[in-house]
């Protein structure tokens, strides 16, 4: 069977459905919905808490970090001597902490479960009126079949897909379905195939109402064609369902890290723990199999440490702060973001598919054109001879929008409809009928009566007889026909919708106010030509996001010619062969659509699942895509897109639920300030992962030497001070980095670049082995100031202060190490980063030395990390920061190689 009923007769559907104008009989509906079953959307179901927290902690990072608890757990018991005491297992408690702390921040964000079903079922009406054995009954709106028959008036929610019947000036909103920024004209009539193609548009389907939309004016009867999961609404609730989220670019290289650091790790304690067992092997001269067993003991533990000194316990716990400090401070510039990892897409986004109406446009209809020679009088016949009403001190008219939009246009002339109103009473009218296109209205003048008119000029220029000039009533003539149509010419090549105005006098109140004794012998005023015009902010983020090397897509349910002039306005297109419509993505392959959408910037008359296939496209070109949209028409491919994008005014709460950020102002210009921002995080990211990493490697490397030579450099107590503190603090406050100057100059990043790219791992390595040289190079001064040699340091007693001064300067190196790192490629001396002072750096610094010394100095504190307060010296101290500081001439020297091989790539 056919379910084209749009291309059908409305008698043929009926008897399809075996049904008739009056409905079923109520035996006969019960029989088909314990057949069919209710009219409703299949529910999903909801994640169980438990669920998300185990997908939480599957994140490859954390479980590393709970083996590290685990061994280190398991080591700590094996070296338990005098029973069991806490503060031997802190280092299990803090990684642990993390964990936890890490896990529970990703919960509070992204706690709101899917309610995408919730929404669209909310958006059904919960009952309807039907007709029954001929009798009108309502009834819950599931309990509707096909082959019910519907009444509806103004105001009714559609509960199903619907084949019109009876039509009197039916009107309805379905801009959420199909993206029409207008209500759409409901007519009886068969539709017929646009020459070349097999289908209508779901648009254009001006004989069918759809579950979802809405009547806002006149009244009508329709014949359900389709319930439930059957219905458009329900196809896009399918689609939801199989739309998959994908990792995003920072999971994906958190992954990559982890799986790094995974490996690293093993290959750091099979290389430890057999270097060990050898050397026990043929150093001891009484070797036996005891000896052996303790030795490989010993060295599995040391391995074992080595091993946890080598994961930055911090690392998760600080990226996790560092993207919820970017989700405050993009709701500060009115982007609302749901899930934290969508901070960091952003960043790297190359195409922004945005909406029109509403994200580009202003989402309200305005006069922008007229022609007449009298303006006052023009404006104030399309004020009365409209039901759009507004209230004194308000700007913004109330009702249908492009009769609201007349109202505004005498308003801003001072001719508020209130008054109008008043001195113009409304004593008769002939109301709109979709058929003649016209609406007229009849008001007391002096002593006697005005009639106006106002319709489409096509069908009003053919009644009027006469033409208002500068001079008066002068004869409708060719010429001023001729005119007048150069004049709506020129109006529609702007994408201006055009209505005509005219006027007829009478000395009595006609006695008949049928149309046909009335729209007749008229005198034209004039034309007004309105359009949604475009936000005034959007011009500017256009081009930026040209700067920035993001393509923007401009994808609308609207008419092509509107969609083109609307491109060409914004400078998203310049040339009408960039723009296409909907049905013409149909003849394409999926393969195909790779090429195809290159060419186009601008899509008319889109369905939904030509949204989801563009994106889909985009991505399949390894392109990072953002999609946006506020109609439930949206919400598959906002779904399907690497950064949905839902509207939070005029957004539907299905859009709204299956996005990843929502823009609290519905304004394009926002998500241009949103990829600001998360190019900052993501670089801001960036350092504080090579900060740690290279600190890490220090660790590792120094580890690794003292464990060779069998010395002691750093105890565990220091490492995991290390690694919570002086890494995390200044970790945390890198995150707090300005926007570099060419954040929004720069070409978007691939997506596919790992985080050791563009000589990122180079730099990591080269500092942590800088990092290394300097803390042994402290650790030999201090054994030669201390024992006045460095001879006998292998396999020797630990001398207290060399290890202190490796602590202290390892401390210290870091921190500058941190400051450094505030940018990859400029130097911490230049203008821009001198002007862009980092206040929360500069407090980590201080409070990070502050501790690091109380560690040192302070009775007690000292005692943990095995040194005796007051022993150490000021000298000691003096050569410790000057090791620190010469990282930084070192790092510079870095950063000017790296800007030079930077350039030479470009």
Same mark, same amino acid.
């Given at each position: 069977?056919?379910?084209?009923?749009?291309?059908?007769?409305?008698?043929?559907?009926?008897?399809?459905?075996?049904?008739?104008?009056?409905?079923?009989?109520?035996?006969?509906?019960?029989?088909?919905?314990?057949?069919?079953?209710?009219?409703?959307?299949?529910?999903?179901?909801?994640?169980?808490?438990?669920?998300?927290?185990?997908?939480?902690?599957?994140?490859?990072?954390?479980?590393?970090?709970?083996?590290?608890?685990?061994?280190?757990?398991?080591?700590?018991?094996?070296?338990?001597?005098?029973?069991?005491?806490?503060?031997?297992?802190?280092?299990?408690?803090?990684?642990?902490?993390?964990?936890?702390?890490?896990?529970?921040?990703?919960?509070?964000?992204?706690?709101?479960?899917?309610?995408?079903?919730?929404?669209?079922?909310?958006?059904?009406?919960?009952?309807?009126?039907?007709?029954?054995?001929?009798?009108?009954?309502?009834?819950?709106?599931?309990?509707?079949?096909?082959?019910?028959?519907?009444?509806?008036?103004?105001?009714?929610?559609?509960?199903?897909?619907?084949?019109?019947?009876?039509?009197?000036?039916?009107?309805?909103?379905?801009?959420?379905?199909?993206?029409?920024?207008?209500?759409?004209?409901?007519?009886?009539?068969?539709?017929?195939?646009?020459?070349?193609?097999?289908?209508?548009?779901?648009?254009?389907?001006?004989?069918?109402?759809?579950?979802?939309?809405?009547?806002?004016?006149?009244?009508?009867?329709?014949?359900?064609?389709?319930?439930?999961?059957?219905?458009?609404?329900?196809?896009?609730?399918?689609?939801?369902?199989?739309?998959?989220?994908?990792?995003?670019?920072?999971?994906?290289?958190?992954?990559?890290?982890?799986?790094?650091?995974?490996?690293?790790?093993?290959?750091?304690?099979?290389?430890?723990?057999?270097?060990?067992?050898?050397?026990?092997?043929?150093?001891?001269?009484?070797?036996?199999?005891?000896?052996?067993?303790?030795?490989?003991?010993?060295?599995?533990?040391?391995?074992?440490?080595?091993?946890?000194?080598?994961?930055?316990?911090?690392?998760?716990?600080?990226?996790?702060?560092?993207?919820?400090?970017?989700?405050?401070?993009?709701?500060?510039?009115?982007?609302?973001?749901?899930?934290?990892?969508?901070?960091?897409?952003?960043?790297?986004?190359?195409?922004?598919?945005?909406?029109?109406?509403?994200?580009?446009?202003?989402?309200?209809?305005?006069?922008?054109?007229?022609?007449?020679?009298?303006?006052?009088?023009?404006?104030?016949?399309?004020?009365?001879?409209?039901?759009?009403?507004?209230?004194?001190?308000?700007?913004?008219?109330?009702?249908?929008?492009?009769?609201?939009?007349?109202?505004?246009?005498?308003?801003?002339?001072?001719?508020?409809?209130?008054?109008?109103?008043?001195?113009?009473?409304?004593?008769?009218?002939?109301?709109?009928?979709?058929?003649?296109?016209?609406?007229?209205?009849?008001?007391?003048?002096?002593?006697?009566?005005?009639?106006?008119?106002?319709?489409?000029?096509?069908?009003?220029?053919?009644?009027?007889?006469?033409?208002?000039?500068?001079?008066?009533?002068?004869?409708?003539?060719?010429?001023?026909?001729?005119?007048?149509?150069?004049?709506?010419?020129?109006?529609?090549?702007?994408?201006?919708?055009?209505?005509?105005?005219?006027?007829?006098?009478?000395?009595?109140?006609?006695?008949?106010?049928?149309?046909?004794?009335?729209?007749?012998?008229?005198?034209?005023?004039?034309?007004?030509?309105?359009?949604?015009?475009?936000?005034?902010?959007?011009?500017?983020?256009?081009?930026?996001?040209?700067?920035?090397?993001?393509?923007?897509?401009?994808?609308?349910?609207?008419?092509?010619?509107?969609?083109?002039?609307?491109?060409?306005?914004?400078?998203?297109?310049?040339?009408?062969?960039?723009?296409?419509?909907?049905?013409?993505?149909?003849?394409?392959?999926?393969?195909?659509?790779?090429?195809?959408?290159?060419?186009?910037?601008?899509?008319?008359?889109?369905?939904?699942?030509?949204?989801?296939?563009?994106?889909?496209?985009?991505?399949?070109?390894?392109?990072?895509?953002?999609?946006?949209?506020?109609?439930?028409?949206?919400?598959?491919?906002?779904?399907?897109?690497?950064?949905?994008?839902?509207?939070?005014?005029?957004?539907?709460?299905?859009?709204?639920?299956?996005?990843?950020?929502?823009?609290?102002?519905?304004?394009?210009?926002?998500?241009?300030?949103?990829?600001?921002?998360?190019?900052?995080?993501?670089?801001?990211?960036?350092?504080?992962?090579?900060?740690?990493?290279?600190?890490?490697?220090?660790?590792?490397?120094?580890?690794?030497?003292?464990?060779?030579?069998?010395?002691?450099?750093?105890?565990?107590?220091?490492?995991?001070?290390?690694?919570?503190?002086?890494?995390?603090?200044?970790?945390?406050?890198?995150?707090?980095?300005?926007?570099?100057?060419?954040?929004?100059?720069?070409?978007?990043?691939?997506?596919?670049?790992?985080?050791?790219?563009?000589?990122?791992?180079?730099?990591?390595?080269?500092?942590?082995?800088?990092?290394? *040289?300097?803390?042994? $190079?402290? !650790?030999?001064? &201090? #054994?030669?100031?201390?024992? +006045?040699?460095? %001879? /006998?340091? @292998?396999?020797?007693?630990?001398?207290?202060?060399?290890?202190?001064?490796?602590?202290?300067?390892?401390?210290?190196?870091?921190?500058?190490?941190?400051?450094?790192?505030?940018?990859?490629?400029?130097?911490?001396?230049?203008?821009?980063?001198?002007?862009?002072?980092?206040?929360?750096?500069?407090?980590?610094?201080?409070?990070?030395?502050? *501790?690091?010394?109380? $560690?040192? !100095?302070?009775? &007690? #504190?000292?005692?943990?990390? +095995?040194?005796? %307060? /007051?022993? @150490?010296?000021?000298?000691?101290?003096?050569?410790?920061?000057?090791?620190?500081?010469?990282?930084?001439?070192?790092?510079?020297?870095?950063?000017?190689?790296?800007?030079?091989?930077?350039?030479?790539?470009?």
């Amino acid at each position: 069977m056919d379910n084209r009923y749009y291309l059908q007769d409305a008698a043929d559907v009926l008897q399809q459905f075996q049904t008739t104008e009056n409905g079923l009989s109520e035996a006969e509906a019960q029989k088909r919905l314990e057949t069919n079953g209710k009219n409703k959307l299949k529910e999903t179901e909801k994640t169980p808490l438990i669920k998300k927290f185990i997908e939480s902690i599957s994140d490859p990072m954390i479980i590393m970090l709970l083996v590290a608890a685990a061994i280190q757990a398991l080591v700590n018991v094996l070296q338990m001597k005098d029973g069991f005491r806490l503060s031997e297992f802190a280092d299990v408690i803090v990684i642990m902490a993390v964990v936890t702390i890490n896990t529970i921040m990703s919960l509070i964000q992204e706690s709101k479960a899917e309610g995408a079903m919730e929404a669209l079922m909310q958006m059904t009406a919960s009952t309807s009126k039907v007709l029954r054995d001929g009798d009108v009954k309502v009834v819950k709106s599931e309990d509707i079949v096909v082959g019910d028959v519907v009444i509806y008036e103004a105001g009714d929610t559609v509960p199903a897909d619907c084949r019109i019947l009876e039509s009197h000036s039916l009107k309805s909103e379905e801009a959420a379905l199909t993206g029409e920024s207008v209500p759409v004209n409901k007519i009886i009539d068969v539709l017929m195939c646009k020459e070349g193609q097999n289908d209508v548009t779901l648009g254009d389907r001006r004989n069918m109402l759809y579950n979802g939309s809405t009547v806002v004016y006149g009244r009508g009867k329709a014949v359900v064609t389709a319930c439930g999961m059957d219905t458009e609404m329900g196809k896009i609730a399918d689609a939801l369902t199989l739309a998959e989220k994908e990792l995003t670019p920072l999971q994906k290289k958190m992954a990559e890290l982890s799986s790094f650091l995974t490996k690293l790790v093993i290959w750091i304690c099979v290389i430890v723990f057999a270097v060990g067992v050898i050397e026990t092997v043929i150093v001891s001269d009484d070797f036996s199999l005891s000896l052996l067993g303790s030795a490989t003991l010993d060295t599995f533990i040391a391995a074992i440490a080595l091993a946890v000194a080598a994961i930055p316990e911090g690392l998760p716990a600080v990226v996790t702060i560092i993207l919820s400090i970017g989700v405050s401070a993009m709701a500060k510039r009115q982007a609302l973001i749901r899930k934290l990892t969508a901070v960091e897409t952003l960043g790297c986004t190359n195409i922004i598919c945005s909406d029109k109406t509403g994200t580009l446009t202003q989402n309200k209809m305005t006069v922008v054109d007229e022609y007449t020679s009298d303006k006052k009088l023009l404006a104030s016949a399309m004020a009365l001879c409209s039901d759009a009403e507004i209230k004194p001190g308000e700007e913004n008219s109330t009702g249908e929008p492009t009769e609201a939009a007349l109202v505004n246009y005498a308003n801003s002339l001072s001719l508020p409809k209130y008054e109008l109103k008043e001195k113009y009473p409304r004593v008769g009218e002939a109301p709109f009928d979709s058929n003649r296109k016209m609406m007229s209205t009849i008001h007391p003048e002096g002593n006697g009566f005005v009639q106006y008119t106002k319709g489409a000029l096509d069908v009003m220029l053919d009644r009027c007889t006469g033409y208002l000039s500068d001079k008066g009533v002068v004869k409708m003539s060719d010429d001023l026909k001729a005119e007048i149509m150069a004049k709506n010419k020129e109006f529609a090549s702007k994408a201006l919708r055009v209505l005509c105005a005219a006027y007829k006098k009478y000395d009595v109140m006609p006695a008949s106010v049928e149309p046909e004794d009335l729209e007749f012998d008229l005198i034209f005023i004039g034309i007004v030509g309105m359009i949604d015009p475009c936000r005034v902010e959007v011009y500017d983020a256009i081009k930026e996001c040209r700067s920035a090397g993001i393509t923007p897509i401009m994808i609308t349910g609207d008419h092509k010619d509107t969609a083109i002039a609307i491109g060409k306005d914004l400078g998203i297109i310049e040339d009408d062969s960039q723009a296409i419509e909907g049905h013409e993505l149909d003849k394409y392959s999926d393969e195909e659509m790779l090429d195809v959408v290159t060419k186009y910037s601008v899509y008319a008359r889109v369905q939904p699942e030509h949204k989801t296939r563009i994106v889909n496209a985009w991505k399949g070109r390894g392109m990072v895509t953002a999609m946006t949209g506020d109609g439930v028409n949206d919400a598959p491919s906002i779904k399907s897109a690497d950064i949905g994008i839902g509207m939070g005014i005029t957004g539907t709460d299905v859009t709204k639920s299956v996005a990843d950020m929502v823009l609290a102002d519905d304004n394009f210009a926002t998500i241009v300030n949103a990829v600001e921002e998360g190019r900052k995080i993501y670089d801001n990211v960036c350092k504080v992962i090579q900060f740690q990493l290279s600190t890490n490697l220090c660790e590792v490397i120094i580890m690794f030497i003292a464990s060779l030579l069998n010395f002691t450099l750093l105890t565990p107590v220091h490492l995991l001070w290390i690694n919570m503190v002086t890494d995390s603090l200044p970790g945390l406050a890198l995150g707090m980095e300005k926007a570099e100057g060419d954040v929004m100059t720069r070409k978007p990043r691939n997506s596919s670049d790992g985080i050791f790219s563009n000589g990122a791992g180079i730099d990591m390595v080269w500092q942590g082995i800088y990092l290394s *040289i300097i803390e042994l $190079a402290a !650790y030999f001064i &201090g #054994l030669k100031m201390e024992r +006045g040699t460095i %001879a /006998g340091f @292998f396999g020797g007693a630990d001398c207290v202060n060399a290890i202190a001064m490796a602590f202290l300067t390892v401390n210290f190196a870091e921190i500058c190490c941190a400051i450094n790192m505030r940018s990859q490629t400029k130097s911490i001396f230049s203008a821009s980063m001198i002007k862009n002072f980092n206040w929360w750096l500069f407090g980590a610094v201080i409070v990070t030395v502050a *501790i690091t010394l109380s $560690a040192i !100095y302070v009775p &007690g #504190l000292s005692n943990v990390f +095995g040194i005796e %307060a /007051g022993t @150490f010296s000021f000298n000691e101290l003096m050569i410790c920061v000057f090791l620190a500081l010469s990282t930084f001439p070192a790092f510079e020297i870095g950063k000017m190689i790296r800007r030079k091989a930077l350039e030479n790539n470009n």
